[in-house]
């Protein structure tokens, strides 16, 4: 059963794809080999090309805005009718996502995604902020999520927790993740300002961002309706647009559409920066 109908990440569907020169700006000629460069990556603030160049780099960027933790957070805090917690899991602090632990041992199966998070400090030139936990999770190739949709409540794949290095970078070895009705593809991540208040039950919901990672419609588009186990994928990523989206129309997702380098047959990269008010 997917996570269909929810009543939380639902909105007004239309027919229309992309508006690309609104909500998503993509780099043209700009190849990684064989393999375009999808979307620009999630930093700056604003429409303008002056906003672009707005990056770690150059010293300025704007904070990542805040989102809903969805219906399906399993961290502690009463969603659903339930309250689950993840983050208490033996194990649940690792690389690679793809499998279930804590004495679960289901395989998560998909496209390959390494998902890489720099997180930056706006209050400090965008310096790298080192010591951060990050708890990531994300739907199944199928749009269920793990702990909670039918068929999956036993598994607890696809989250976990890393602890950003000197630079700043958590990875993570997970899939990509399937579109369901209603929902632009996307990744959950929350921040902690340490690994001990990610994994304290007592100070559940005591994060410092709360957001979504956006997909670009490129990438989408290679995996869905092209890999085995996306077929749903397909009519879903049909109908919803990026700007009609409940969680990403309210700001165009300009800080957070993620840079995705790859193909289908090596996996995809996907990268993006977040900026905290640290």
Do not use: K
């Not at 229309?16 to 064989?34: E, F, P, T």
């Not at 990026?242 to 990268?271: I, M």
């Amino acid at each position: 059963m997917t996570p269909h109908g929810l009543r939380h990440d639902l909105n007004a569907l239309t027919r229309q794809r992309i508006d690309r020169r609104g909500s998503l700006r993509w780099l043209s000629g700009a190849v990684l080999g064989a393999t375009p460069l999808l979307a620009l990556p999630g930093c700056g603030g604003g429409d303008t090309d002056d906003d672009i160049s707005d990056s770690g780099i150059a010293g300025s960027c704007s904070t990542t805005p805040g989102e809903t933790a969805g219906p399906y957070p399993a961290d502690g805090t009463s969603a659903s009718g339930q309250r689950l917690n993840a983050l208490t899991l033996s194990g649940i602090v690792r690389s690679d996502i793809r499998r279930s632990v804590g004495g679960a041992d289901g395989l998560a199966l998909g496209v390959p995604l390494t998902v890489q998070l720099t997180l930056v400090d706006v209050a400090a030139s965008c310096a790298p902020l080192a010591g951060r936990a990050v708890y990531l999770w994300h739907c199944t190739r199928d749009g269920s999520y793990s702990l909670y949709s039918g068929g999956h409540t036993q598994e607890n794949y696809l989250r976990g927790v890393q602890v950003s290095d000197e630079d700043g970078v958590v990875r993570f070895s997970t899939i990509f993740p399937g579109c369901y009705s209603g929902r632009w593809p996307h990744i959950h991540f929350q921040v902690y300002d340490s690994l001990d208040d990610a994994l304290d039950d007592s100070v559940t919901g005591d994060h410092g961002l709360v957001s979504q990672l956006a997909l670009p419609a490129e990438a989408c588009e290679q995996v869905y309706g092209v890999a085995a186990g996306y077929a749903a994928s397909v009519n879903h990523f049909a109908g919803v647009s990026l700007a009609s989206d409940n969680v990403f129309g309210n700001d165009g997702a300009v800080r957070q559409l993620a840079t995705v380098e790859g193909s289908v047959g090596d996996g995809f990269v996907a990268t993006l920066q977040v900026a905290l008010a640290a």
